[in-house]
Each structure stands twice: as C-alpha cells, then as structure tokens.
C-alpha cells in the first residue's frame, strides 16, 4: 500500500523530494548533530516529568513509586501543515461543526430531518446515545457540543496526492488539547531558533478562547458568570488536562462531591459557604453526571443537576446527549446533515461508509470482507472490528455470519492509508503513521487555534494512535503564509 | 433568597476583620473569591506534610549528630528511643523491628513506606495533596514539590540514606526552604495561600512542641538544678546545644541572649520569643493572623481559641512555666494545638 509521507514526495524513479514546507525545518535537522538532538529528547523526557505531564494507567503500578503515572512519548519532529491546507481545513471544521450542532438541536426538538427523511429515524431513535430527557430542552446559543475534537487523517490518492479524511468526530468529552499545548511549550523550550526560521502560527491562546467561549453561553441571567472544570478526580487518565485547562483559565477544578444542587441551582462548597455556579466544563461522561438521571451509583455527579439544567440555571460544556451525533451509525449521514442544514457542499470528505442496515452496501461489503475494514456501529476502541486484510480467511467467515445476523450493526470503510511523518525511532529517523485533533469552539461564533494534536503510531506500520497502545505526539505547526 | 447569589450576602470580612491590616496598600473594596473547601483542605495539607518532612529531619539529624558525640550507648539509645515517642510511633516500630538502633530508626523514619510518618510518606502526601489541586497552585510551587518528590525517590534509592545521612538531612531542608520560599514568592496571597500558611505553622507548633518536651524529658534531672547528670556540664551543653541546632537556633540563641547555653533560655527562646520563627508564639502568631484573612461565619470560636492560645503564651513567663511543670504545659498546649485542626477542619475544610 502506498502512504502520503508529509514530509516527502516520494516517486519511483526519482531522489526523494523534500516538500516545499517542510524544506527549512529539514536544512536545519540536517545540521544538527545526533547527540544533541539524542540529548534533547532527554531533556523533554525529564521536563515532563517535573511537570508533571503524565496519564495514569489503570492496574498498574511501578517500583519507583511514580505510581501508576506514564508519560506520553513525545516525538521532536514537528508535524508541518502549509497555510493554503490549513486554511481550507479550518472552513471545513466549521462547517462540520456548525452543521452538527444543528443536527443536535433539531433531533431534541422538532426533528425535521428526520421528517424529511434525510437520516432514518431507526438508528438515531433506538440509541442508545440519544437522550429523550434533552427533548425539548433549550441550550444556550443553540450549542450542544461547545468544545469538540475531529480526528482528521491523510490518505493517499493512486496519483500520489493526499486527501484529507474526517474519521471520528469527539463530541462529548474530547481530550488532548493540553498536549497541543505542552509541546509547542516544549518545542519553544528545546529549539527556540526554528521559531525565527519558521513563521509559525501559536496556540497558547486556547485556553482564552476557551474561556471566553464558556461565559459566552452562561444563563442569560447572569453578569459575572462563575466558571468550573468538573474532573471525575486525581485518578482519572486525563486529570492532568482538566488541572492544567481550569488553571489556566484561573477557574476553579472541581469534583462532583464539591458541587450540589438547592432549588435548582448549583453550588460548590467554598470556605465561604455555597456559592452559585452559572457555566461547568465536564469532564464526566454523561451517564455519571446525574444519579437522579443517569447511573445511580455515580459518585462522579451532582444530584438534580438536569433539574437545574432544565431550568436554565446552568450551562454544561457539553450538553448532555451530544454522543447521538458522533455515533458510528450517525457519522455517515453527516455529509448529508451540511447539505440538509445549510445547503452547502461539505468542505471536509468523510470516509466512503457503507451503511450495511442498506441492502446495496451489506451485498458489497458481503463481496468485500476481505479489503474493508467493518465497525459495529457502537463499538468503539477497536472492539467488534473487523480489518479484511490484516484476517484470516476463519476470522472473515465469523464476521460474515455475525454480520448477516445484524446487519444494522454494522459500517463498513474501505482500509485507510494514514498518511506518515519522520519520526524519531530506535534506529533513527523513519517513518511513521500520524493523525491529527483539531479543537473547535462553539459560542457566539465557532473558534479554533491552527492545528490542534498530532498524534503518532510508534510501532512500525502501526495504524493505532492511542497513547495507551504505544501512541506518542508531536507538536504541530501551521505555517503562517 | 439562594436564587440571589450568595457572595452578595458574604459579610464584608475586609472591614470585620483585621484583614485590611495584612493587604495593607490594596484597596479595600477588591474582594477576592472564595475558595473550594476541598482546595483550601488539599493545600492545608500539602502544607503541613511538607513542614512535618522538614523537621523529622530535623530531629533525626540531631540524633544523629548527637550520637557521634562520646556517650554512653545508653543515652544513645534513649535520644533514638525518644524520637520514636515523640512522635508516637514506638509501637508502629516494635512490630516491624527487633530492636531499636540508630540504622533501624532512621530507615523507619525516612524511607518507610509503611510509616505514615516518614519523610517518604510525607514528601508523597505533600506531592500527592499538591497534584490534586494542582490548577490552585502556581507553576512554580506545583513543580517544587513534584520535583522534591521525584528527586527524593532518586536520592533513595542511590542510597544517600546510608552514605550520609547528614547530608540527606540537609537536603530536605533545602527543598523544605524551597518550597516555603516558592509559595512566597510566587503564590497569590489569597486565601489559598492563607491555608497553606495555617497548616504550615499549625504543623511547626506541634513540631516544636514535641521537640522541646522530649529533649527536656531526655536530660531527666529536674533540669532547673544545676544541670548536672552524670556526665556533667560538657554532656549539658552538648545537648542543648543541639537541641537548638535541629531548629536552627543556635547561632539566634548567642544573639539573643549572650550567655552560656542554660536549659531554661533555651525553653524561652523556643516558647515564649516571637521573634523566633519556630518558637510557638511566632507559629501562633501566625495562625492567627492567618485564620482571620479566612474567616468565615462559623469560624468565630476557633479564631477566639487560637487567639487565646496565643495570648496565653504572649503573656506568660517562663518561671512561671516551668513551676508548673513543662512536660505538662507543653501536653496543654498540643491538644489545644490539635483543638485548633479540628476546628478549622470543621469550619473550612469540610464543611457539611
């Protein structure tokens, strides 16, 4: 299979070319000396550390008492994006973003999409992701998923192009953004002279927007609203990010058992007594959020906090019910939702899906096992998948009957080539696959800062991105024209 | 009336209180937030295992120090016996080991993970309180202590303990210092720094206390007589002199008072001079100061104890003191000390 190296432009018969944007950074690489940049990883490494930079993984604990505290591989080799393709980039997650928003509001409300025919009511109603206690309930703004993170790849077209794919989109509580964060600080920290070589465009302002995006859809009612990060606590994998974005906003970080709920308003604890709280940034999985509602045995929650939601006495980033329009069965339809919503073209390709509930795509994906990769519709993790060409001919029979028994299931996409960018490795610098997070805001208007996580597969021919399957970073540039 | 926000009903502790005199040159009508309890709770902590870090090694250094000096093994065995009361550990340390020697006290107490008290122990609790409120701390104060942690595990297991205990000591300090010097240097002084700042000086009054009570204990002659036990003046000077060594209080004890070291000037120092900053009336000082920055309306009563506490020791002598018997002036004053936590625990920290 052929890859789109960020980096190169590789033909069969000539030298490797280095791309036009990437063609300083490389002059510079090739100046240094492999100690120095062998030492400079150390000192990331040891930065980190002290930092504090760390996801926790569960079950497991190390001798040198750092506990159960990991850190995430960080790769020097940034990940360039020229301005011209971030550009286009940025208007197609707007559009993207805006028009799922507005799936959300009509699908709790009058759902005339549905109505119209444009998506099956089937697999939207019979979700489990769907939220019949959001019905009718009216969200500031209009604005259902306020942060959202769209997993982005670049697959590689037979003429040697590159086409940029949405693969997921994160519409409940996406993470990573203080990764994107960390590592421009550490790039700045490691390498200031490429930031005189390079006109790079910065990030360390998303925690402003952010917070600005956050006041913006607080209760009508309220002047000075009064912000919070809920965290599920100290142990979750992500607590680093919810203490580094609720101390860099200068908002307080708060844990479920901090907050309560009196006549439908909520309040934290303070050594002064209750005090109100107009807008929360979750970290909470909705089915936690409210035992009254939601999972009974949650300690992560606050009692009655949908009565005070109901009530429009608090905004919650994200509104609850928001995993309706990220869901696998759902993600097809998106193309069609920006058609149907604000009768444009989308910017922005999703990965060719065949919907198996369908008859047509169910024959083709039947006649295909073996090239696609098949998804159960709610899955997710990697769990109930099937990838056609990297499956024995026992283990495509399986899925073939599982697949015929359920069909609805089921998607099916053809096996995507991500694209691969230089990477530091054992034996050097090689090549490995990337994908890419871009953070949208949604508040008055839809914000982002350029770029978002790069996120790399460290095992060679590794597809898998996740921190937690050998997964590390990289610091992201967009190029400022 | 809760539909209203309730900061608009706060009272306004500027002019209540004497607040106004610690933010001298701000203005009066800036209020500042108020903050979570389990916050305040966290960084009380964060603070007090940090102070109860420095001075375990503090105490162990003297004992080590003392013990270098030509003794008899049994007064060796007793200075490491009393450390392990004074902190109320010798059961704790019976049934883990045989038999109390300086090797098996120090590891108890530095490097034991199953000894609440351990410097180990207290340098994680002090990481671990920091690392849950991390977005209330600076950068620079997070980083101390996560450092202080991480280093420390290095340390330990390159096996500074055992190459030179003095040193490792020393370096505790050092971080302690840091830590101290950091918060001061770069935190907020709002009520967060407040609480930090109770539990740091809650913790040292304790500290102190129980320093001066066993050593007292140690020299077991009456120690208003002439002094003299069997080893006699040199022995007494020793021990005195190292006693205000662990606290850093030799050098103050020359400016102070120009004399010989005397047993009684050595619990004066300790006890009675604000000017001393880990004597017991500068650490009361200090809560109370501290306490009335945060006071809150159920916190009326154990701002009136501490103020009391203070007033106690601000206006006592210490001949009177020692009339009436140290060892049971200073048991009375760590359970008023120990009151004091309850109470702010009550009225800040865990409110209902």
Redesign the interface.
Same mark, same amino acid.
């Given at each position: 299979m052929r890859f789109f190296d960020e980096m190169h432009v590789s033909s069969a018969h000539a030298e490797k070319q280095v791309r036009d944007h990437y063609r300083t950074y490389e002059r510079w690489l090739g100046r240094q000396p492999g100690e120095l940049m062998a030492s400079r990883r150390e000192e990331a490494e040891m930065i980190f550390r002290r930092v504090g930079i760390t996801f926790a993984v569960y079950g497991d604990k190390d001798e040198d008492g750092s506990g159960t505290e990991r850190l995430i591989p960080f790769d020097l080799i940034p990940r360039i994006i020229p301005s011209h393709e971030w550009k286009e980039m940025e208007k197609g997650l707007k559009q993207r973003v805006t028009a799922l928003n507005m799936f959300l509001q009509d699908v709790y409300h009058d759902q005339e999409i549905l109505k119209a025919g444009v998506i099956p009511a089937e697999p939207v109603l019979n979700n489990a992701q769907f939220r019949k206690e959001m019905m009718g309930l009216n969200v500031p703004g209009g604005i259902y998923s306020i942060i959202a993170g769209i997993d982005i790849v670049r697959a590689c077209n037979p003429d040697g192009s590159g086409t940029y794919y949405v693969l997921e989109d994160n519409l409940r509580v996406p993470s990573g953004v203080s990764y994107m964060l960390e590592n421009r600080k550490m790039t700045m920290r490691l390498f200031p002279e490429l930031f005189a070589e390079h006109r790079i465009a910065p990030v360390a302002h998303y925690p402003d927007l952010l917070l600005d995006t956050l006041r913006a859809l607080a209760p009508a009612s309220v002047n000075e609203p009064t912000s919070v990060v809920l965290t599920p606590g100290m142990h979750n994998s992500a607590y680093f990010e919810h203490a580094f974005l609720a101390q860099q906003m200068g908002i307080e970080l708060v844990e479920g058992k901090d907050l309560f709920v009196r006549d439908d308003f909520v309040y934290m604890r303070t050594t002064r007594g209750p005090q109100r709280v107009d807008v929360i940034y979750r970290r909470v999985d909705d089915d936690f959020m409210d035992p009254e509602v939601f999972r009974k045995d949650s300690t992560l929650g606050v009692a009655g906090l949908l009565r005070a939601y109901r009530a429009g006495n608090v905004t919650l980033a994200n509104a609850f019910g928001t995993g309706i329009a990220d869901d696998k069965s759902i993600y097809p339809y998106v193309p069609k939702m920006i058609e149907f919503y604000l009768g444009e073209k989308p910017i922005l390709q999703n990965v060719p899906t065949h919907i198996c509930r369908e008859p047509d795509a169910l024959k083709y994906t039947l006649d295909h096992l073996g090239e696609l990769v098949v998804k159960e519709v709610h899955g997710a993790g990697g769990y109930g998948m099937l990838v056609g060409p990297a499956s024995t001919k026992a283990q495509i029979e399986d899925f073939r009957k599982a697949l015929l028994a359920n069909p609805s299931n089921y998607i099916a996409q053809p096996t995507l080539s991500l694209s691969t960018c230089p990477t530091f490795v054992e034996s050097g610098i090689a090549p490995r696959h990337i994908d890419l997070r871009p953070f949208v805001l949604s508040g008055k208007t839809v914000q982002m800062v350029p770029g978002g996580l790069t996120r790399v597969a460290l095992k060679e021919g590794s597809l898998v991105v996740n921190s937690s399957q050998g997964g590390g970073t990289k610091d992201t540039w967009v190029l400022e024209s | 009336m809760? +539909?209203e926000?309730?900061?608009d009903h706060?009272p306004t502790r500027l002019i209540e209180t004497e607040t106004g005199a610690l933010r001298a040159g701000g203005a009066a009508h800036l209020e500042t937030k108020?903050?979570?309890?389990?916050?305040?709770d966290h960084l009380f902590w964060m603070a007090r295992y940090m102070e109860r870090a420095e001075n375990t090694a503090r105490l162990l250094d003297v004992n080590y120090q003392t013990s270098l000096l030509p003794q008899s093994s049994e007064a060796t065995l007793q200075g490491w016996e009393g450390l392990l009361g004074i902190s109320e550990l010798t059961r704790e340390y019976l049934s883990q080991y045989d038999e109390v020697n300086a090797r098996d006290v120090m590891t108890f107490m530095v490097t034991d993970?199953n000894n609440p008290s351990s410097i180990l122990s207290c340098l994680?609790a002090a990481r671990?309180n920091a690392?849950?409120?991390?977005?209330?701390?600076t950068?620079e104060v997070?980083?101390t202590t +996560?450092?202080t942690w991480?280093e420390f595990?290095r340390l330990v297991?390159s096996g500074a303990l055992a190459k030179d205990p003095a040193e490792l000591f020393e370096w505790v300090k050092f971080r302690s210092h840091l830590s101290r010097g950091v918060t001061l240097g770069t935190m907020l002084q709002d009520?967060a720094f407040h609480?930090q700042r109770i539990g740091t000086f809650l913790e040292r009054a304790d500290n102190t206390a129980r320093l001066l009570d066993v050593k007292f204990h140690a020299r077991n002659t009456e120690f208003f007589g002439s002094g003299a036990g069997n080893e006699g003046k040199e022995v007494d000077f020793y021990h005195w002199s190292a006693v205000l060594r662990s606290v850093s209080a030799f050098e103050v004890y020359r400016k102070v008072y120009r004399d010989v070291i005397r047993p009684e000037k050595v619990a004066e120092l300790l006890i009675l001079r604000a000017e001393m900053p880990r004597s017991l009336v500068h650490c009361m000082d200090e809560v109370v100061k501290n306490l009335r920055a945060?006071a +809150?309306?159920h916190s009326h009563e154990t701002l009136r104890r501490a103020g009391r506490l203070r007033a106690d020791l601000q206006f006592s002598r210490i001949d009177e003191i020692v009339a009436t018997g140290l060892h049971a002036y200073l048991t009375q004053f760590l359970d008023r000390v120990g009151d004091l936590g309850y109470g702010i625990s009550r009225d800040?920290?865990m409110?209902d």
């Open positions: - | 809760l +539909n926000r309730i900061e706060l108020p903050m979570l309890s389990r916050t305040a993970a994680r671990e690392r849950a409120v991390r977005g209330a701390l950068t997070w980083e +996560n450092q991480l595990n297991k009520e609480f945060v +809150n309306d800040f920290l409110p």
